[in-house]
């Protein structure tokens, strides 16, 4: 009997983008950001000196110290300060010596490009030949006022947008980061399960979308590592990070697991689909597996989808899936010795499966064999 593709609707790139824009944490660093801006500018008038004649560059320190994140925010803010004061300082050099000129202008721009090449100033490290470019160019014959009101202004907008982000804190990104690591390992159920449905329809299958996306498996989990040490950088300083609700070690250890089984899925996936579609290095699958394989890969998917392998259904679904890898191992067995040869799918996919079932067992039972 033909079983029924389980294959989704992928959301489009455009989707996700919009998706991306309009979640709450990426809504309130907007108002938080329109607020820090409009502070800065009311405030950069009233500055003392000659400063007040800058005043546009204190919104500009209060955009670049805006960062999803409060240690971002401090360490951004840091970085472009120092990068303005090491141009400022590339200019001065230029101002009291040889003055600007059509040769001196070129080449303390090409010094600050060659000075922030060093690592030393992050994502300020743009702002060292602007600085200096500025001051020679803009600042002119009052390069010293320039030099002075530029660094002050810039230094106001930056301690307002972190006075804005230390009052309005933003919370951890750890739930996110969790809802996404659940994503994944709904995906990966899903892809163990569109196997499956593969193995037991009309050679070859009609749906091929389960092989093209076994190789962005990897590019999932390298995206969910970045998102999970945003949501750890998230909670360093951040007085919302209090309690339980906020730790990332039990992220980090499911990360850890579905990273090992997408690793033999993608495995299943090519020798699934190199046997179908008869590619190089394509062995043909025994008759006599297609639906004892098919019933292991679905009820092994439906372990791998549980959010919480203690949960009192995790016991049925992984005693059928168990029952499924043992008949579908039993009958590799058989054919291996009735066939009397050895090599096949068969032999791979039934050892990955049960691999997979240790992997997606609870931590107090990560070490039984799921035969026993």
């Given at each position: 009997m033909k079983v029924p593709s389980r294959l989704k609707v992928r959301p489009s790139g455009v989707a996700r983008a919009v998706h991306d824009a309009v979640r709450p944490a990426r809504l309130l660093l907007v108002v938080k950001t329109m607020l820090a801006v409009g502070l800065a500018w009311a405030i950069a008038p009233h500055m003392?000196?000659?400063?007040?004649?800058?005043p546009y560059y204190a919104p500009l320190g209060a955009l670049v110290s805006m960062y999803p994140t409060l240690m971002g925010s401090a360490k951004s803010s840091l970085q472009t300060l120092l990068g303005l004061a090491t141009g400022i300082a590339l200019a001065t050099l230029i101002v009291v010596t040889v003055g600007p000129t059509w040769w001196s202008i070129p080449l303390v721009v090409g010094l600050g490009v060659l000075v922030s090449g060093t690592g030393w100033f992050g994502v300020g490290r743009e702002y060292v030949p602007m600085a200096a470019l500025f001051v020679l160019i803009i600042g002119g014959q009052n390069a010293d006022d320039y030099s002075l009101g530029y660094l002050t202004q810039m230094a106001v907008g930056v301690v307002v947008g972190l006075l804005v982000n230390m009052l309005i804190a933003p919370a951890p990104l750890t739930a996110a980061a969790a809802a996404r690591v659940d994503a994944f390992r709904a995906q990966l159920g899903e892809h163990l399960h569109d196997i499956g449905s593969a193995v037991s329809e009309s050679w070859p299958p009609e749906h091929e979308q389960w092989a093209d996306d076994a190789a962005s498996l990897a590019e999932t989990t390298a995206s969910l590592r970045t998102a999970l040490a945003e949501a750890d950088e998230s909670r360093r300083g951040n007085p919302r990070a209090r309690g339980r609700r906020a730790e990332t070690g039990h992220i980090h250890e499911d990360l850890a697991s579905l990273d090992r089984i997408a690793h033999l899925i993608r495995d299943i996936s090519d020798a699934t689909a190199d046997t179908i579609w008869d590619r190089p290095g394509g062995l043909a699958l025994d008759p006599a597996l297609p639906e004892p394989l098919s019933e292991a890969c679905h009820a092994v998917a439906d372990v791998i989808a549980l959010k919480d392998p203690s949960a009192?259904?995790?016991?049925?679904?992984?005693?059928?899936?168990?029952?499924?890898?043992?008949?579908?191992?039993e009958r590799v067995d058989d054919r291996t010795i009735d066939a009397r040869r050895s090599m096949g799918p068969g032999v791979l996919i039934a050892m990955h499966l049960r691999r997979i079932l240790i992997l997606s067992a609870p931590p107090s039972n990560a070490e039984e064999d799921p035969e026993d």
């Amino acid at each position: 009997m033909k079983v029924p593709s389980r294959l989704k609707v992928r959301p489009s790139g455009v989707a996700r983008a919009v998706h991306d824009a309009v979640r709450p944490a990426r809504l309130l660093l907007v108002v938080k950001t329109m607020l820090a801006v409009g502070l800065a500018w009311a405030i950069a008038p009233h500055m003392p000196g000659v400063t007040d004649e800058y005043p546009y560059y204190a919104p500009l320190g209060a955009l670049v110290s805006m960062y999803p994140t409060l240690m971002g925010s401090a360490k951004s803010s840091l970085q472009t300060l120092l990068g303005l004061a090491t141009g400022i300082a590339l200019a001065t050099l230029i101002v009291v010596t040889v003055g600007p000129t059509w040769w001196s202008i070129p080449l303390v721009v090409g010094l600050g490009v060659l000075v922030s090449g060093t690592g030393w100033f992050g994502v300020g490290r743009e702002y060292v030949p602007m600085a200096a470019l500025f001051v020679l160019i803009i600042g002119g014959q009052n390069a010293d006022d320039y030099s002075l009101g530029y660094l002050t202004q810039m230094a106001v907008g930056v301690v307002v947008g972190l006075l804005v982000n230390m009052l309005i804190a933003p919370a951890p990104l750890t739930a996110a980061a969790a809802a996404r690591v659940d994503a994944f390992r709904a995906q990966l159920g899903e892809h163990l399960h569109d196997i499956g449905s593969a193995v037991s329809e009309s050679w070859p299958p009609e749906h091929e979308q389960w092989a093209d996306d076994a190789a962005s498996l990897a590019e999932t989990t390298a995206s969910l590592r970045t998102a999970l040490a945003e949501a750890d950088e998230s909670r360093r300083g951040n007085p919302r990070a209090r309690g339980r609700r906020a730790e990332t070690g039990h992220i980090h250890e499911d990360l850890a697991s579905l990273d090992r089984i997408a690793h033999l899925i993608r495995d299943i996936s090519d020798a699934t689909a190199d046997t179908i579609w008869d590619r190089p290095g394509g062995l043909a699958l025994d008759p006599a597996l297609p639906e004892p394989l098919s019933e292991a890969c679905h009820a092994v998917a439906d372990v791998i989808a549980l959010k919480d392998p203690s949960a009192p259904e995790s016991r049925r679904l992984r005693g059928e899936a168990t029952r499924a890898v043992r008949l579908l191992l039993e009958r590799v067995d058989d054919r291996t010795i009735d066939a009397r040869r050895s090599m096949g799918p068969g032999v791979l996919i039934a050892m990955h499966l049960r691999r997979i079932l240790i992997l997606s067992a609870p931590p107090s039972n990560a070490e039984e064999d799921p035969e026993d």
